[in-house]
């Protein structure tokens, strides 16, 4: 799905600052809300990126690792790992779960966060119309992404003990289509997938574009709305230690007595 050196290139030309890499910095944030609720201390932690000088910059006594397919990862080896924006370029999302939680020592946590199926909604429908309007065909422009109701079951395939998946949609506001794509571009996030077409888009296409954007996502101010969806996925490696669900059938008490409702048989 995801051309790599595609993805380094664009990453290599992306402005690593404060407006560059805004969503970054929010996705930091929500690490760290996590982190200042769990009553652990971290010794040993890592930071799966593709953005090392910022992650670096918030982590400095984490290793930072490339997130490449085979991740630089020794099992049983760190308490805390961070897998930071990066996740929805993987071509094997499962297999970095996977070896993100075998480098975990026993009761340690992981945090991911990248971007979910709702980032750029807005962005998706418009120049999928406009460019079947202008040329008669599609072709991939934004990179397919994980809904989260699949996310859960992702972390328990790889062997993660008390799964969370959550989410939140930042709205960000833009002068005009090419406003949005030259941010875009700062973050490191344009097209980098396989099937991506490989010639020049018709300008037409982006006018086209434009005022389908600005006839259904403009904001009362006027400007264009773009959605970026962040998914929070946590999860723990298992341990001895940490709460264990009961086995089916071994509840002592009826739930309606617990809510105080009468109990009525289901028909055959």
């Known amino acids: 799905m995801t051309d790599t ?16 890499l805004f969503l970054h910095a929010a996705a930091q944030d929500e690490f760290q809300d996590r982190l200042d609720m769990v009553n652990k201390s971290f010794t040993s932690a890592a930071v799966v990126t593709g953005f090392p000088d910022f992650w670096g910059a918030h982590f400095g006594t984490a290793k930072i690792v490339s997130d490449k397919e085979t991740l630089d990862l020794t099992p049983a080896s760190h308490d805390l790992i961070l897998h930071a924006m990066s996740l929805h370029w993987a071509n094997d999302p499962v297999g970095q779960l996977i070896q993100c939680r075998r ?4 009761d340690g946590l992981f945090i991911a966060a990248s971007f979910g199926g709702d980032t750029l909604q807005e962005l998706r429908r418009v120049l999928g119309e406009a460019e079947i309007a202008v040329t008669g065909g599609l ?27 959550d989410t939140a949609t930042l709205t960000v506001e833009y002068r005009d289509i090419w406003h949005l794509m030259r941010d875009l571009r700062a973050m490191g996030e344009t097209n980098a997938l396989t099937a991506r077409l490989r010639r020049p888009t018709r300008r037409a296409v982006f006018e086209h574009a434009q005022n389908l954007y600005a006839r259904h996502f403009a904001a009362p101010s006027g400007r264009l709305q773009a959605s970026f969806e962040l998914q929070v996925l946590t999860g723990w490696a298992p341990d001895a230690s940490q709460p264990q669900p009961l086995r089916p059938g071994s509840a002592q008490k009826r739930l309606a007595d617990a809510l105080g409702t009468p109990e009525k048989p289901l028909r055959d």
């Open 103 to 106: 480098a975990l020592c026993p």
């Open 139 to 165: 072709s991939p422009r934004i990179a397919p992404m994980p809904e989260l109701r699949d996310l859960g079951g992702l972390l328990q395939r790889a062997g993660f003990a008390l799964p969370v998946a």
């Open 5 to 20: 050196p595609a993805l380094h290139r664009n990453r290599s030309r992306a402005t690593a600052t404060a407006d560059g």
